[in-house]
């Protein structure tokens, strides 16, 4: 039997939930991605590891998941104590997953794509190298894609930074339980002390609370983001084959390819790649990787004359948004850099 059920709405909370601290907290973000939702809660529901919490974050869907999400109990399904909290509108993943993670209790934090699929032992599993690796604060999964069902092609072993600052992973290395940058994007798990001391406080922001995820990004690029604060800030990562999960890759986006997205995300990813720069990147760090990232924008654009001719301003649009942003951006620089644990030299080893 479920432990309790809780809705938030706006700043409304029915607070019925009374249990000890979970070990894990998962938060599953969904937007118009009803599709997906049973699917992922189903595999919550299967975890061999009960000491958890499940927070279910809908970002002002349109396709019927507020309602599914309202319409039953989901803590009763899943048979542990449960919270949903229904935004009214699309707040991007960073502030949707933010809102979540406030709410969090558990020593370990998952925010969770809603297009993933957790192996029922994905708990127990992460349980188990937390405690092999007690000086780890991230603890990566082994990702496999799924594609109309369970494969065993897998898209992602933890991942690397690039030189422009974006993520690739190492496939050749999957099966090695080692020492990584950071978890997987769609299914990272995160000590909560750890983000407690990374979280961005609102008087750097401007904002009127503390984010886990900097929620200036809206989307796509706040993973490494994170990362990179808590690598600076002396934490680390392991990367943990046993821990599986499968994701439809870009579900929320049929799969979209990058050169016929639109022009917002098409704007907003090398902006967001900039502001990762100016915030995290010690000053020899800042020099070597600045040429990469301030050139992504025009080299973009570049290859879309060939791709999508019609498209290749989309990208230039990414420079506006580096000045709008790069007061801000410094600001939160002096308030990490004061506190970081780690020189651009060692951080250096992870770049691809």
Same mark, same amino acid.
């Given at each position: 039997?479920?432990?309790?059920?809780?809705?938030?709405?706006?700043?409304?909370?029915?607070?019925?939930?009374?249990?000890?601290?979970?070990?894990?907290?998962?938060?599953?973000?969904?937007?118009?991605?009803?599709?997906?939702?049973?699917?992922?809660?189903?595999?919550?529901?299967?975890?061999?590891?009960?000491?958890?919490?499940?927070?279910?974050?809908?970002?002002?869907?349109?396709?019927?998941?507020?309602?599914?999400?309202?319409?039953?109990?989901?803590?009763?399904?899943?048979?542990?104590?449960?919270?949903?909290?229904?935004?009214?509108?699309?707040?991007?993943?960073?502030?949707?997953?933010?809102?979540?993670?406030?709410?969090?209790?558990?020593?370990?934090?998952?925010?969770?794509?809603?297009?993933?699929?957790?192996?029922?032992?994905?708990?127990?599993?992460?349980?188990?190298?937390?405690?092999?690796?007690?000086?780890?604060?991230?603890?990566?999964?082994?990702? =496999?894609?799924?594609?109309?069902? @369970?494969?065993?092609? #897998?898209?992602?072993? %933890?991942?690397? +930074?690039? $030189?422009?600052?974006?993520?690739?992973?190492?496939?050749?290395?999957?099966?090695?339980?080692?020492?990584?940058?950071?978890?997987?994007?769609?299914?990272?798990?995160?000590?909560?002390?750890?983000?407690?001391?990374?979280?961005?406080?609102?008087?750097?922001?401007?904002?009127?609370?503390?984010?886990?995820?900097?929620?200036?990004?809206?989307?796509?690029?706040?993973?490494?983001?994170?990362?990179?604060?808590?690598?600076?800030?002396?934490?680390?990562?392991?990367?943990?084959?046993?821990?599986?999960?499968?994701?439809?890759?870009?579900?929320?986006?049929?799969?979209?390819?990058?050169?016929?997205?639109?022009?917002?995300?098409?704007?907003?990813?090398?902006?967001?790649?900039?502001?990762?720069?100016?915030?995290?990147?010690?000053?020899?760090?800042?020099?070597?990787?600045?040429? =990469?990232?301030?050139?992504?924008? @025009?080299?973009?654009? #570049?290859?879309?004359? %060939?791709?999508? +001719?019609? $498209?290749?301003?989309?990208?230039?649009?990414?420079?506006?948004?580096?000045?709008?942003?790069?007061?801000?951006?410094?600001?939160?620089?002096?308030?990490?850099?004061?506190?970081?644990?780690?020189?651009?030299?060692?951080?250096?080893?992870?770049?691809?």
């Amino acid at each position: 039997m479920s432990e309790g059920f809780g809705i938030l709405q706006g700043d409304r909370r029915d607070d019925r939930i009374v249990c000890d601290e979970p070990l894990f907290s998962i938060i599953v973000l969904s937007w118009n991605s009803l599709r997906y939702l049973p699917r992922c809660l189903e595999s919550i529901r299967e975890q061999t590891c009960r000491s958890f919490e499940l927070i279910c974050v809908d970002n002002g869907s349109v396709d019927g998941s507020v309602e599914w999400l309202t319409g039953r109990d989901v803590g009763e399904y899943v048979g542990v104590a449960t919270q949903v909290i229904l935004h009214d509108r699309n707040k991007g993943f960073a502030a949707g997953m933010n809102s979540g993670i406030r709410v969090a209790r558990g020593r370990w934090v998952v925010p969770l794509n809603v297009d993933m699929v957790l192996a029922a032992d994905f708990l127990e599993e992460a349980r188990k190298a937390a405690e092999r690796h007690r000086d780890v604060a991230m603890i990566g999964a082994k990702v =496999y894609a799924y594609e109309d069902g @369970l494969t065993e092609r #897998v898209v992602t072993a %933890g991942i690397w +930074p690039t $030189r422009h600052l974006t993520a690739r992973t190492r496939l050749e290395r999957a099966e090695r339980e080692e020492e990584v940058f950071g978890p997987a994007g769609c299914c990272p798990i995160l000590l909560h002390s750890a983000l407690r001391v990374a979280g961005l406080p609102g008087e750097v922001t401007g904002a009127r609370e503390a984010m886990v995820y900097d929620e200036d990004y809206f989307a796509y690029g706040e993973d490494v983001d994170l990362y990179f604060r808590l690598q600076l800030l002396g934490f680390r990562c392991m990367y943990v084959p046993r821990v599986r999960g499968w994701h439809v890759h870009s579900g929320t986006q049929e799969g979209v390819r990058w050169y016929e997205k639109d022009a917002g995300t098409l704007g907003r990813v090398p902006a967001n790649a900039f502001f990762t720069l100016m915030k995290n990147c010690p000053e020899e760090l800042l020099v070597r990787l600045a040429g =990469y990232v301030i050139g992504a924008p @025009l080299a973009q654009a #570049v290859l879309l004359l %060939g791709k999508r +001719p019609s $498209r290749a301003v989309y990208p230039l649009g990414a420079y506006g948004g580096m000045v709008r942003g790069l007061g801000r951006a410094v600001r939160i620089r002096r308030w990490l850099q004061a506190r970081r644990q780690r020189e651009g030299s060692e951080l250096w080893r992870w770049f691809m």
